[in-house]
T-cell receptor, first 114, second 109 residues
Framework: DAMVIQNPRYQVTQFGKPVTLSCSQT?????MYWYQQKSSQAPKLLFHYYDKDFNNEADTPDNFQSRRPNTSFCFLDIRSPGLGDAAMYLC?????????????FGPGTRLLVL | GQNIDQPTEMTATEGAIVQINCTYQTSGFNGLFWYQQHAGEAPTFLSYNVLDGLEEKGRFSSFLSRSKGYSYLLLKELQMKDSASYLCAVRDHDYKLSFGAGTTVTVRA
């Protein structure tokens, strides 16, 4: 089945130790998104790629970076995780941007910072 | 900025009907989405409204009034598996989806 895959499902890291979360998709969608969701809060968009074009949200901290080496894969790099970065990180894809285009979410990676 | 409001929690009995309201004030409007999110899982798409009126899809229906900045999700014939968080999300003029914090629905036997 076509889907959005995130690995790992759970990630534990130490304060200040770089960590990378990965997302892959078999939907061949043009757009990939990274959201941060803290407990009982709305998902917050960090950035997205339209094909190879990177779009950063204005309030996304510099500590968060992303790479999209090809259509299928997208990575979220947290350079120096702080305790406040503990959250669920959701990857989503859509065929195109805007209009009725639905975003399809992966299962998420829950990050714990010790 | 975007402002999307929905109730924090609702409780209902199995077999009943529940209506989850969502009001929004956004800089632009290009459609409203409802997603279901079970605890610890990813959101899954339920419905999309861009024109005023009611969209029915099985046990779930979604309504939109653009002039009032208002939508609701109606869940009929509630089942235990419907216990989840329901997220209202508005798309602005471009690509961006702004989510509400979600309404946690608890279905009791």
């Amino acid at each position: 089945d076509a889907m959005v895959i995130q690995n790992p499902r759970y990630q534990v890291t130490q304060f200040g130790k770089p960590v990378t979360l990965s997302c892959s998709q078999t939907l061949n969608h043009n757009v990939m998104y990274w959201y941060q969701q803290k407990s009982s809060q709305a998902p917050k968009l960090l950035f997205h790629y339209y094909d190879k074009d990177f779009n950063n949200e204005a309030d996304t901290p510099d500590n968060f970076q992303s790479r999209r080496p090809n259509t299928s894969f997208c990575f979220l790099d947290i350079r120096s995780p702080g305790l406040g970065d503990a959250a669920m990180y959701l990857c989503a894809t859509s065929r195109d941007a805007g209009g009725a285009e639905t975003q399809y979410f992966g299962p998420g990676t829950r990050l714990l910072v010790l | 900025g975007q402002n999307i409001d929905q109730p924090t929690e609702m409780t209902a009995t199995e077999g009943a009907i529940v209506q989850i309201n969502c009001t929004y004030q956004t800089s632009g409007f290009n459609g409203l989405f409802w997603y279901q999110q079970h605890a610890g899982e990813a959101p899954t798409f339920l419905s999309y409204n861009v024109l005023d009126g009611l969209e029915e899809k099985g046990r779930f229906s979604s309504f939109l009034s653009r002039s009032k900045g208002y939508s609701y999700l109606l869940l009929k014939e509630l089942q235990m598996k419907d216990s989840a968080s329901y997220l209202c999300a508005v798309r602005d003029h471009d690509y961006k989806l702004s989510f509400g914090a979600g309404t946690t629905v608890t279905v009791r036997a």
